[in-house]
Every structure is written in C-alpha cells, then in structure tokens.
C-alpha cells in the first residue's frame, strides 16, 4: 500500500456515517423520560386496582414501549427514503383508514369521552399518533410531486385543502383537537418551504385562524379550556384545575427543584401527571434547570433536523429535506404546545411532550421519526462522501 492510499484510509474512516449528537440526543430524552415517568407514576399505580398496586407498573410498560420504539426505528432506517417516498400516498390512506376504524362503536376505545384507540390486548394503538409520522412523508411527498403547482391555487393547494379537511373531520370526531394542530403545522410547513404561492399562504393562515376560532366557539368544553386558562384561580376546583395545579409545581420548584421524587402536586393533585403534565412534575423536582435542560435538548433536536434537512436540499434531495424538516416542526410545534400548556401559556390541550411523556403509540411514532432523519443524513453523508471520492 502506498504513503498516498495509508493516509487516505484512516480520512475516509474517520468520516462518521451517522448523526451520534442526534442519537445521543433522543437517547437521553428517552431515559430521562423513562426516570421522571416512574416519578411521576409511582404513587398513581401503588394506589391503583387497575396496575395491581405495582408501583412499577408504568415504569414497566414505558421500559417496554421504549424497547419497542427503538426496534421498530432500527427497522425503520434500515428502510431507503426513495421507498418512504412510494409508499407515502398508500401509508397515508393506511392512517385514515385506522382514523376512521377507531370511531366505529365496539372496536374504538373510549377513554375520558374521547375515543382515540385501538385495543391490541396488552397494548393500545393510538392512530392520530402514527398519523403525525405518516402526515410528514405525505406531506414531504405532495409537495415534490406538486412543485410545478405551487403557485396555483386549484393545482397545488385545493387537493392537500380536501386532504387536510378529511383528516381534520376523523380527528375531531374523536375528538382530538391538539392532533389536528400538529398535523396542519406539518402540512403548512411543507407547504411553504416547498415554494407556496405567499398570498395563497397568508391567506390561508388568516383561514386557520378564523377556523380555529370558530371551533373552539362552537365547543362548549373547548370555551370553558380557554375561560380557565385566561384566569385558572376563578375556579381552582373547576376549569382551572389543571392549570393551577401545574402552576402550584412550577412556583414550588423554584431554581433546582425539590429533589427527584419530591414532587407532591403528583400525588393525586396534578391529573395526568405522567403524560400531558409530565414537565411540571420535572419542575416541581428539579427546579428551573431541569425545565431549561429540557428545553435546550428540544431546541437541539430541531435545530438539527433542520440542518439535515438543508444539507438534503443543497443536494436536490427534496423529498428528504420535507421530511426532515417536517419531523423538526411536528417534536418541534408539539413540544412547545405542551411546554405552553404546563407553563400556563396556552389553553389546556391532550398533547404529550414527545420522546418523554408516557404513551406507546407515541413513542413508536417519536422512535421512527427519529430514525428517518438518521437516515436522511446518513444517505446524505454517503453521497457527499461519494462526490468527494470522485
């Protein structure tokens, strides 16, 4: 072997082929998870029948939700983007398919006057969560066929319009408002960073927002949210229950928290301290750093979704670019949207902080997600290693 060839190989392998910063990432999102969900659960599942007074009882299933979201990811990047790419319009139908089956009375599940799931024995599917996941590659997908359009308004948006309209009408069947929000963000951003005509793009996001004025309106439970969450100590018992309760943990964790484990607003006061208000338990616990730990880590995680998503567009991989990106803005919008509700920013809504609060279906979808941009920019490392070979 040559001194040329002996120097050019330890180059060529020092060159990683995947994103460990993104991976160590999720990775410590997910065990963090794990270790404030068994803080957050310990005492709801010693005094429940229905865990069999297990203390460990949602520590075991989100151990096992997260050995499931992990296998299914590996299997997932495993899988080329150009296959993603074909299998987008029929993942999609698949999704609506799942959204419309979960509202047929008998095979639904109806948990708390909404019904989202899909009894699989010892495991619930959730469909509105994989819809996020598949809403992307449609999305990604739409707009790359669609490019030529994006400048009309009867060829390039009037389809994704109906698309987005039919996902939104099983959704809010179910009813699942905080969904149909991501979702819209999802598709609005592909849209947009796909080249939308801007007056067909301001005018539509003046749409939205009369339309989502008008829902909450006509709902009677989604006005009381709002009345709650313009004054939750009104009525501390009533509608701003949740509120006040999350704001109590926030006020008592101060900078550095009580000590994990020390949370008392878990004990029976804070509802749904395991999944929606996961983080007030995080600040009750570890104060003002933990909050901003968190919010660092999220803020890292779609700050690097976007850069591979750029560096696939700086090779006119447009589909790839869409879908990273469009990953970055669904953890990105739903994180913030749970982040604003414990805080007492915005309205109360069902949504779970991604890769941490407790739920299966979600973190499965959060898992895939995850591994679809590993593999973006793992085939983006490989073509650009590839053009510099040659």
């Known amino acids: 072997m040559s001194a040329a060839t002996a120097a050019a190989v330890p180059r060529r392998s020092a060159v990683p082929e995947y994103d460990f910063v993104l991976m160590w990432i999720a990775l410590i999102l997910l065990a963090f998870g794990l270790v404030m969900v068994y803080s957050a659960s310990i005492d709801i599942a010693e005094g429940s029948r229905r865990t069999g007074h297990n203390s460990a009882y949602f520590l ?39 959204l419309a089956l979960v509202l047929i009375p008998g095979i639904g ?21 994989l819809m996020k996941l598949v809403a992307v590659l449609y999305a990604a997908d739409y707009t790359v066929r669609k490019a030529a359009f994006m400048h009309s308004f009867r060829q390039g948006f009037m389809p994704m319009l109906i698309v987005m309209l039919l996902t939104g009408f099983l959704l809010l069947s179910e009813p699942d408002f905080g969904a149909f929000v991501v979702i819209i963000a999802i598709a609005m951003s592909a849209l947009f960073l796909g080249g939308l005509n801007l007056r067909i793009f301001a005018g539509l996001i003046v749409l939205l927002i009369v339309g989502f004025v008008a829902l909450i309106w006509s709902s009677p439970y989604r006005l009381q949210r709002i009345v709650g969450f313009m004054d939750p100590w009104a009525d501390p018992f009533g509608k701003g229950y949740q509120l006040s309760h999350a704001l109590i943990a926030f006020g008592r964790g101060q900078w550095f928290g009580l000590g994990l484990g020390g949370s008392v607003e878990k004990l029976f006061y804070l509802p749904e301290a395991h999944t929606d208000f996961l983080l007030a338990v995080i600040a009750e616990e570890l104060g003002f750093v933990g909050v901003l730990a968190v919010i660092l880590l999220f803020g890292w995680l779609v700050l690097r979704a976007f850069q591979i998503g750029r560096q696939a567009a700086v090779l006119e991989r447009h589909f790839c670019a869409l879908t990273a990106m469009g990953v970055g803005v669904w953890l990105g919008v739903q994180a913030c949207i749970n982040m604003g509700v414990n805080m007492g920013l915005l309205p109360t809504k069902g949504l779970t902080l991604p890769l941490l609060s407790f739920g299966g279906s979600g973190i499965v979808a959060n898992c895939i997600a995850i591994a679809l941009l590993l593999r973006v920019d793992h085939e983006t490392r490989c073509l650009m290693r590839g053009k510099k070979g040659a």
Do not use: D, K, T, Y
């Open 109 to 129: 599940r109806n948990v708390n006057g909404s019904q989202r799931w899909l009894p699989l024995g010892i495991l619930n599917l959730q469909p509105s969560e």
């Open 60 to 98: 075991i299933r989100q151990a096992m939700f997260i050995g499931l979201g992990i296998a299914a990811g590996f299997a997932a990047f495993q899988v080329p983007m150009r296959e993603w790419q074909r299998a987008a319009p029929w993942l999609f139908i698949g999704g609506l398919g799942l």
